[in-house]
Protein backbone atom coordinates (compact mmCIF):
# COMPACT_ATOMS: atom_id res chain seq x y z
CA UNK A 1 0.00 0.00 0.00
CA UNK A 2 0.98 3.59 -0.76
CA UNK A 3 1.08 6.02 2.17
CA UNK A 4 -0.25 9.31 1.92
CA UNK A 5 3.21 10.89 2.12
CA UNK A 6 4.30 10.11 -1.30
CA UNK A 7 1.05 11.57 -3.03
CA UNK A 8 1.52 14.77 -4.31
CA UNK A 9 -0.68 17.49 -5.03
CA UNK A 10 0.04 20.13 -7.63
CA UNK A 11 -2.19 23.29 -7.65
CA UNK A 12 -1.97 25.34 -10.93
CA UNK A 13 -2.25 28.82 -10.71
CA UNK A 14 -3.58 29.49 -13.89
CA UNK A 15 -6.89 27.53 -14.05
CA UNK A 16 -9.87 29.49 -14.90
CA UNK A 17 -12.82 30.33 -12.37
CA UNK A 18 -15.04 32.79 -11.31
CA UNK A 19 -14.01 34.10 -7.92
CA UNK A 20 -17.05 35.53 -5.42
CA UNK A 21 -16.25 38.76 -6.63
CA UNK A 22 -16.54 38.45 -9.98
CA UNK A 23 -19.81 36.90 -9.87
CA UNK A 24 -21.18 40.03 -7.48
CA UNK A 25 -19.91 42.11 -10.52
CA UNK A 26 -21.38 40.01 -12.87
CA UNK A 27 -24.74 40.13 -10.37
CA UNK A 28 -24.80 43.85 -10.21
CA UNK A 29 -24.42 44.50 -13.60
CA UNK A 30 -27.06 42.10 -14.62
CA UNK A 31 -29.41 43.95 -11.37
CA UNK A 32 -28.81 47.35 -12.73
CA UNK A 33 -30.24 46.68 -16.72
CA UNK A 34 -33.26 44.86 -15.17
CA UNK A 35 -33.29 48.18 -13.14
CA UNK A 36 -33.58 50.38 -16.17
CA UNK A 37 -35.59 47.56 -18.71
CA UNK A 38 -38.82 47.88 -16.34
CA UNK A 39 -39.69 51.81 -16.99
CA UNK A 40 -38.39 51.46 -20.39
CA UNK A 41 -40.91 48.88 -20.91
CA UNK A 42 -43.64 50.85 -19.51
CA UNK A 43 -42.98 53.52 -21.35
CA UNK A 44 -43.37 51.84 -24.56
CA UNK A 45 -46.10 50.06 -23.73
CA UNK A 46 -47.75 52.87 -22.41
CA UNK A 47 -48.01 55.15 -25.52
CA UNK A 48 -51.89 54.57 -25.83
CA UNK A 49 -52.70 56.94 -23.13
CA UNK A 50 -50.04 59.33 -24.14
CA UNK A 51 -51.80 59.83 -27.83
CA UNK A 52 -55.25 60.03 -26.20
CA UNK A 53 -53.73 62.95 -23.64
CA UNK A 54 -52.37 64.56 -26.70
CA UNK A 55 -55.72 64.52 -28.56
CA UNK A 56 -57.19 66.00 -26.17
CA UNK A 57 -54.59 68.82 -26.48
CA UNK A 58 -54.79 69.39 -30.22
CA UNK A 59 -58.87 69.39 -29.40
CA UNK A 60 -58.12 72.20 -27.21
CA UNK A 61 -56.47 74.35 -29.60
CA UNK A 62 -58.67 73.58 -32.53
CA UNK A 63 -61.13 75.03 -30.51
CA UNK A 64 -59.74 77.81 -29.48
CA UNK A 65 -58.42 78.26 -33.28
CA UNK A 66 -62.58 78.12 -34.22
CA UNK A 67 -63.46 80.39 -31.45
CA UNK A 68 -61.14 83.20 -32.95
CA UNK A 69 -62.23 82.09 -37.24
CA UNK A 70 -65.82 82.26 -36.36
CA UNK A 71 -65.63 85.30 -33.95
CA UNK A 72 -64.21 87.45 -36.76
CA UNK A 73 -66.39 86.17 -39.33
CA UNK A 74 -69.21 88.17 -41.16
CA UNK A 75 -70.98 85.18 -42.68
CA UNK A 76 -71.10 81.25 -41.97
CA UNK A 77 -72.73 78.59 -44.08
CA UNK A 78 -72.78 74.55 -43.51
CA UNK A 79 -72.78 73.29 -47.33
CA UNK A 80 -72.04 69.73 -48.14
CA UNK A 81 -70.67 68.74 -45.10
CA UNK A 82 -68.43 72.10 -44.85
CA UNK A 83 -67.85 74.86 -43.35
CA UNK A 84 -67.63 77.96 -44.98
CA UNK A 85 -66.84 81.20 -43.08
CA UNK A 86 -66.55 84.85 -44.97
CA UNK A 87 -64.13 87.14 -43.49
CA UNK A 88 -64.18 90.25 -45.52
CA UNK A 89 -62.77 89.58 -48.62
CA UNK A 90 -61.52 85.93 -47.82
CA UNK A 91 -63.74 82.77 -47.71
CA UNK A 92 -62.41 80.12 -45.01
CA UNK A 93 -63.42 76.28 -45.89
CA UNK A 94 -63.13 73.94 -42.53
CA UNK A 95 -63.76 70.71 -44.02
CA UNK A 96 -62.68 66.80 -43.90
CA UNK A 97 -59.73 65.69 -45.65
CA UNK A 98 -58.92 61.74 -45.08
CA UNK A 99 -58.74 61.33 -41.15
CA UNK A 100 -57.70 64.98 -41.10
CA UNK A 101 -59.61 68.58 -41.16
CA UNK A 102 -58.00 70.85 -43.00
CA UNK A 103 -58.38 74.54 -43.37
CA UNK A 104 -58.47 76.54 -47.03
CA UNK A 105 -58.45 80.21 -47.66
CA UNK A 106 -60.13 80.96 -50.68
CA UNK A 107 -59.89 77.53 -51.75
CA UNK A 108 -56.47 76.99 -52.10
CA UNK A 109 -53.90 76.19 -49.33
CA UNK A 110 -54.17 73.16 -47.10
CA UNK A 111 -53.80 73.76 -43.37
CA UNK A 112 -54.54 71.05 -41.27
CA UNK A 113 -56.26 71.79 -37.91
CA UNK A 114 -57.36 68.60 -36.29
CA UNK A 115 -55.75 65.01 -36.70
CA UNK A 116 -57.11 61.56 -36.14
CA UNK A 117 -60.96 62.45 -37.34
CA UNK A 118 -63.28 59.79 -38.13
CA UNK A 119 -65.98 62.52 -38.55
CA UNK A 120 -66.98 65.51 -38.52
CA UNK A 121 -70.15 67.64 -37.97
CA UNK A 122 -71.19 71.73 -38.30
CA UNK A 123 -74.59 72.99 -37.53
CA UNK A 124 -75.41 76.79 -37.54
CA UNK A 125 -77.72 78.18 -34.61
CA UNK A 126 -78.61 81.29 -34.52
CA UNK A 127 -75.11 83.60 -34.57
CA UNK A 128 -73.27 80.52 -33.38
CA UNK A 129 -71.78 77.33 -34.92
CA UNK A 130 -72.02 74.04 -33.43
CA UNK A 131 -68.65 71.51 -34.10
CA UNK A 132 -69.22 67.94 -33.49
CA UNK A 133 -66.02 65.50 -34.18
CA UNK A 134 -65.29 62.05 -33.95
CA UNK A 135 -61.94 60.97 -33.19
CA UNK A 136 -60.89 57.54 -34.77
CA UNK A 137 -60.96 56.29 -31.04
CA UNK A 138 -64.15 57.58 -30.79
CA UNK A 139 -64.16 60.00 -28.50
CA UNK A 140 -66.53 62.66 -29.25
CA UNK A 141 -65.93 66.25 -28.86
CA UNK A 142 -68.19 68.87 -29.12
CA UNK A 143 -67.36 72.62 -28.87
CA UNK A 144 -70.09 76.16 -29.60
CA UNK A 145 -68.41 79.07 -30.75
CA UNK A 146 -70.55 82.24 -30.98
CA UNK A 147 -70.39 85.45 -33.63
CA UNK A 148 -69.96 89.04 -32.55
CA UNK A 149 -72.22 89.51 -35.68
CA UNK A 150 -75.99 87.96 -36.72
CA UNK A 151 -75.29 86.50 -39.46
CA UNK A 152 -77.79 86.22 -42.40
CA UNK A 153 -76.36 82.47 -43.38
CA UNK A 154 -77.57 79.43 -43.66
CA UNK A 155 -77.44 75.88 -42.77
Not at 90 to 117: A, D, P
Amino acid sequence: MHSFQNRKFVVFSNEKAFTLIEVLIAFSIFATIIFFMAPIFQIILNTKGNDAELQAMEWEVFSSQMKKEIRLSTRAVVDSGRLILTKDTETVQIEMYGSNLRRRVNSTGHEIILQNVSQSTFSIINSAVKIAVTDTRGKEYVVTCYSLVNWTGGT
